[in-house]
Nanobody, 123 residues
Framework: QVQLVESGGGLVQAGGSLRLSCSAH???????????AGWFRQAPGKQRELVAG???????HYDDSVKTRFTVTASVREEAVTLQLNELQLADTAIYFC??????????????WGQGTQVTVSS
């Protein structure tokens, strides 16, 4: 079983920056591969949506609303995925969830989610 632990959310004024981090913790051994690593967000009354993600081949996808402001990075060696949020807007207020999919030390496929971290942007 692989658990994800998030950190870095908080309250920030519009135009400010935050950095979200997500680290993976396997019960035993290391993660051997990552197929997808990324961040989703869910605002009150809305569905969870993909913000940014990295696929197996290194291809990166950003939602159009964040592509010039957010940067996602992932490392298999560090078993982590981060999201740098710049030029934050009121519309970015949401709970942010990290998601990592891959194979663990026993070659079992896993699909794990973080507990969620609140990002609140004020005017």
């Amino acid at each position: 079983q692989v658990q994800l632990v998030e950190s870095g959310g908080g309250l920030v004024q519009a135009g400010g920056s935050l950095r979200l981090s997500c680290s993976a913790h396997a019960d035993r051994g290391d993660i051997t591969s990552i197929h997808f690593a990324g961040w989703f967000r869910q605002a009150p009354g809305k569905q969870r949506e993909l913000v940014a993600g990295i696929g197996r081949g290194g291809d990166i996808h950003y939602d159009d609303s964040v592509k010039t402001r957010f940067t996602v990075t992932a490392s298999v060696r560090e078993e982590a995925v981060t999201l740098q949020l710049n030029e934050l807007q009121l519309a970015d207020t949401a709970i942010y969830f990290c998601n990592i999919q891959g194979h663990d030390y026993n070659c079992h496929l896993f699909d794990s989610w973080g507990q969620g971290t609140q990002v609140t942007v004020s005017s």
